[in-house]
């Protein structure tokens, strides 16, 4: 199955539906989609690495305007939305260490959130409810997203073809490797935040 789905995403890769999809997987993991738009983003890109920098933009692009969203749940439902995310993500008791982080380093807290494996979602749902200032959340969550996915996309042109060959000879391998460096990132994000 997983080699299907890795061929059916290279295969996809250069459809004009692929980058739809991806706008649709970043947007919607901004503000409240377990998946990352990583798993889309990478495949896509090592197919198509002359696309890399496309790819990026719309991922960016796409996350931003998710953790738009994400701030509207924060500021505006989150009693009836925000907080039942937050407890799906296991982080809704941990509000008071959030805001103390978030007096204390202010834009870094969503910076980091937009950099990192800890997942943005909180990130973007809280600084709504700490009622963030917008212009700066947004700018913030541009610059953030848009150094992660133009990172990836970067290294992904530059040696997209021995990457490539190592993904398709050891997919098995690969795919157990990402997950557990996920799993392991949102346990150790679980006990830093």
Same mark, same amino acid.
């Given at each position: 199955?997983?080699?299907?789905?890795?061929?059916?995403?290279? =295969?996809? $890769?250069?459809?004009?539906?692929?980058?739809?999809?991806?706008?649709?997987? +970043?947007? $919607?993991?901004?503000?409240?989609?377990?998946?990352?738009? =990583? $798993?889309?983003?990478?495949?896509?890109?090592? +197919? @198509?690495?002359?696309?890399?920098?496309?790819?990026?933009?719309?991922?960016?692009? +796409?996350?931003?305007?998710?953790?738009?969203?994400?701030?509207?749940?924060?500021?505006?439902?989150?009693?009836?939305?925000?907080?039942?995310?937050?407890?799906?993500?296991?982080?809704?008791?941990?509000?008071?260490?959030?805001?103390?982080?978030?007096?204390?380093?202010?834009?870094?807290? /969503? @910076?980091?959130?937009?950099?990192?494996?800890?997942?943005?979602? /909180?990130?973007?749902?809280?600084?709504?409810?700490?009622?963030?200032?917008?212009?700066?959340?947004?700018?913030?969550?541009?610059?953030?997203?848009?150094?992660?996915?133009?990172?990836?996309?970067?290294?992904?042109?530059?040696?997209?073809?021995?990457?490539?060959?190592?993904?398709?000879?050891?997919?098995?391998?690969?795919?157990?490797?990402?997950?557990?460096?996920?799993?392991?990132?949102?346990?150790?994000?679980?006990?830093?935040?």
């Amino acid at each position: 199955m997983l080699r299907r789905l890795y061929d059916w995403t290279i =295969e996809k $890769a250069e459809s004009p539906y692929a980058l739809v999809i991806l706008a649709m997987i +970043a947007f $919607a993991e901004s503000s409240f989609f377990p998946i990352p738009q =990583e $798993a889309m983003m990478i495949p896509m890109i090592v +197919a @198509a690495p002359h696309r890399a920098w496309l790819i990026a933009g719309v991922t960016t692009l +796409a996350s931003v305007a998710g953790a738009v969203l994400g701030y509207a749940i924060g500021y505006f439902f989150y009693d009836s939305v925000g907080l039942q995310l937050l407890e799906f993500y296991g982080k809704a008791g941990r509000y008071d260490e959030f805001k103390a982080l978030s007096d204390k380093y202010g834009e870094w807290v /969503v @910076a980091i959130g937009a950099i990192t494996p800890f997942p943005f979602k /909180v990130t973007t749902i809280v600084s709504g409810l700490l009622q963030m200032d917008f212009a700066t959340f947004v700018g913030v969550s541009l610059l953030g997203r848009g150094f992660r996915f133009f990172l990836i996309a970067a290294l992904l042109w530059k040696f997209g073809t021995p990457i490539r060959n190592f993904i398709e000879k050891r997919l098995g391998l690969v795919t157990a490797f990402a997950f557990a460096l996920l799993i392991g990132g949102f346990v150790v994000l679980k006990y830093a935040i």
